[in-house]
C-alpha cells in the first residue's frame, strides 16, 4: 500500500482534488459550477483541451485573443467551491473568476440578461472557516472594471449589485417543494430584496472572501436564468450561457492585458 499524507494530500506533483499541477493551470481561471459548462470552451477557445476529471471537477485549459485560459467547474456551493479555490490558489493561480447561471429578485432584470456581482452577502458556510462573518466577500474593482467594458463593447445589457451567495437551494432561496404545505416564500425573498440584493446564487462569497484573503484577483459574472420575481425560469439557457461566456472571456483578456501583466 502507497500513502501520502492526509493534512496535506497529494498525488505525485499534483492537487487531490482537481488532479492537476502547476503547468496546467493559467493565471487565470474561469469557475463554473457545472462540470457540462467547461466543455463549451471547446467551442470558444483555441487549443482546448480537459487536463482532469474527477468528482464534480472539470478542468480544461485554451487559449482566447493570445491569453491562456483555465476553465474549472466547482460543483454547487460553498463546501466544493471551497476545495476547487484552495487547490488552484496553490497552483500558482492569480485570478478565479465565476461564471455561470443566477436568478435575479429585482422586477426589471430580465432572463438572458447579464450580472456583474460587486460583493456578496456570505450565507454559504465554508468561508466562516476562514474569516469572520463581519469580513467582507468583495470582487476585485480591477475584476468589475474589464468585465463591465467588456460587456459595453459587445453591447450586452447588464446589471451590477451585490448577491447572495447561499448554502441553500430551497429553503435558503425561498422555495418550497411539492410536498410541502403552507410554505412562505415571499417572505423568505423579501428578506433579501429588503437588503437590496440583486441576485441569488451559491459560490461567489467563497470566491470573493478566499480570494481577497490571498490577494488573487476576484469577480463574477453570471447569466440571468430565472427571475423570482415574475417567476420566470428559463428553460433554454444555452445560448445566454455562451454569450456570457464570451464576455467573460473578452473580460479576462482585458484583465490579463491591462493588470496583470502590467
Not at 476547487?84 to 432584470?109: F, N, P, Q, S
Not at 476585485?140 to 459587445?154: D, L, N, Q, Y
Amino acid at each position: 500500500m502507497k500513502y501520502t499524507s492526509a493534512s496535506a494530500p497529494k498525488y505525485g506533483d499534483k492537487m487531490p482534488h482537481l488532479r492537476c499541477s502547476k503547468e496546467d493551470i493559467s493565471d487565470i481561471v474561469l469557475l463554473p459550477g457545472d462540470p457540462g459548462r467547461v466543455y463549451m470552451f471547446k467551442d470558444l477557445c483555441e487549443d482546448f483541451k480537459i487536463i482532469s476529471t474527477n468528482r464534480e471537477y472539470v478542468v480544461g485549459t485554451g487559449t482566447y485573443k493570445g491569453v491562456k485560459i483555465t476553465v474549472c467547474s466547482t460543483g454547487i456551493g460553498a463546501p466544493s467551491t471551497e476545495i476547487a479555490v484552495m487547490e488552484l490558489i496553490g497552483l500558482g493561480a492569480k485570478a478565479l473568476l465565476r461564471i455561470g447561471g443566477t436568478a435575479a429578485i429585482r422586477e426589471d432584470v430580465n432572463c438572458s440578461e447579464i450580472i456583474i456581482n460587486t460583493g456578496a452577502m456570505r450565507l454559504g458556510g465554508s468561508s466562516v472557516f476562514y474569516a469572520r462573518p463581519e469580513y467582507p466577500a468583495i470582487a476585485s474593482f480591477e475584476v468589475v472594471e474589464s468585465f463591465k467594458e467588456a460587456c459595453e463593447e459587445r453591447d450586452k445589457v447588464y446589471h451590477m449589485g451585490i448577491c447572495a451567495s447561499i448554502g441553500s437551494f430551497y429553503h435558503g432561496q425561498g422555495r418550497s417543494t411539492p410536498f410541502e404545505k403552507n410554505y412562505d416564500e415571499n417572505t423568505v425573498l423579501k428578506q433579501y430584496t429588503d437588503l437590496n440584493i440583486l441576485n441569488l446564487e451559491m459560490e461567489a462569497e467563497t470566491i470573493f472572501t478566499i480570494s481577497s484573503l490571498y490577494g488573487i484577483y476576484t469577480g463574477s459574472i453570471c447569466s440571468v436564468h430565472c427571475n423570482r420575481i415574475t417567476d420566470k425560469w428559463l428553460i433554454d439557457y444555452e445560448e445566454s450561457q455562451i454569450n456570457m461566456c464570451r464576455t467573460a472571456l473578452e473580460g479576462a483578456v482585458k484583465l490579463k492585458n491591462k493588470y496583470i501583466n502590467s
